[in-house]
């Protein structure tokens, strides 16, 4: 059971990047799945999740409007589209899975976490 985090990378102020979060196991469509990310120095916090069909989602306040999460099960992939990004969205983001009945920003909660992808913002 892997989880793949690509996508990371560097850009301005008000630029755009997509991270995927790949999964390793067929099954992946029947989790939920989060997004976290921790800058320097800072505790890690939950940025958005999505529930197994894509139905639902959440979001921090701070992101919403910028950031999309959407999921692919037939490429057991999900997707974190971020756009008009500022410089304290600096981050490594990492994915993670769990099941659950609803979806959660609680990180204790997910069971499988993927490497980070780290996203560099410079203004």
């Known amino acids: 059971v892997q989880l793949q985090a690509s996508g990371g990378g560097s850009v301005t102020s008000g630029g755009s990047l997509r991270l995927s979060c790949a999964a390793s196991w067929r099954i992946f469509s029947t989790y939920d799945v989060g997004w976290f990310r921790q800058a320097p120095g800072k505790e890690r916090e939950f940025v958005a999740a999505?529930?197994?069909?894509?139905?639902?989602?959440d979001y921090l306040d701070s992101v919403k409007g910028r950031f999309t999460i959407s999921r692919d099960n037939a490429k057991n992939s999900v997707y974190l589209q971020m756009n008009s990004l500022k410089p304290e969205d600096t981050a490594i983001y990492h994915c993670?899975?769990?099941?659950?009945?609803?979806?959660?920003?609680?990180?204790?909660?997910?069971?499988?976490w993927g490497q980070g992808t780290l996203v560099t913002v410079s203004s």
């Open positions: 993670a899975a769990t099941r659950g009945y609803i979806i959660t920003r609680v990180a204790s909660r997910y069971d499988f």
């Open positions: 999505i529930n197994e069909n894509g139905g639902t989602a």
